[in-house]
């Protein structure tokens, strides 16, 4: 080859990986506070080691919702608020199809990840204005709208609403 074909070729094959290639993995901030849920697995995007680290630092930054609803735990309307699963997913380049989450208990339980792109799923910090503490299923509750999806009422998706989540793994 010539060497301007040489050039040639080497930039296409260049560009060719630019394009084809995964993004590269990001050393997001270290997480400032105390760990409220930790993330482990298949993260492009990490903020301690090998994991995501979600602190309350974390949730001001991408935002809380609100998500009024019932619950199958109590009675009547619960004002929750939180941050949208998928807001996490995609803050640590998570792109599993299956996260597992586990709690302070040791209730684990798999959840596909289609459910927080088809529903607004939220972890929830808050109850009726109030931070959750473990005494009330906190300090991070998964949180289905109920109300909004019939499909949500039910079993299934009860044993999705895992309390006092502490840790997240995905693969
Ligand atoms: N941390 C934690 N979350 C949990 C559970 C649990 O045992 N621990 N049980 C799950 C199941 S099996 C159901 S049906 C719902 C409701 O549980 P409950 O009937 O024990 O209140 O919460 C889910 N979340
Ligand atoms: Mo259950």
């Known amino acids: 080859m010539s060497s ?12 060719a990986i ?9 050393e997001l901030p270290a997480p400032i506070g105390k760990a409220i849920i930790t993330l482990s697995g298949v993260l492009e995007n990490t903020n301690q080691g090998n994991l995501g680290v979600v602190d309350w630092d974390l949730v001001q930054q991408l935002g809380m919702h609100e998500l009024n609803t019932t619950t199958a735990f109590d009675k009547g309307m619960q004002k929750f608020r ?18 597992r989450a586990i709690a302070l208990d040791d209730y684990a339980i798999d959840i596909p990840v289609e459910d927080f792109y ?33 499909g949500l009422q039910d079993k ?7 309390w006092q989540l502490i840790r997240v793994e995905t693969k």
């Open 4 to 15: 301007w074909r040489k050039y040639t070729f080497g930039v296409l094959v260049g560009l």
């Open 18 to 26: 630019a394009v084809v290639a995964p993004a590269q993995a990001k």
């Open 82 to 99: 939180g941050v949208l699963v998928r807001d996490v997913l995609k803050y640590f380049g998570i792109k599993a199809s299956t996260i």
């Open 118 to 150: 088809k529903y607004d799923v939220l972890i929830a910090f808050e109850l009726n204005g109030k931070r959750l503490r473990v005494r009330d299923k906190g300090p991070a509750w998964i949180v289905y709208p109920r109300d909004a999806h019939k």
């Open 156 to 162: 299934m998706f009860d044993d999705r609403w895992v």
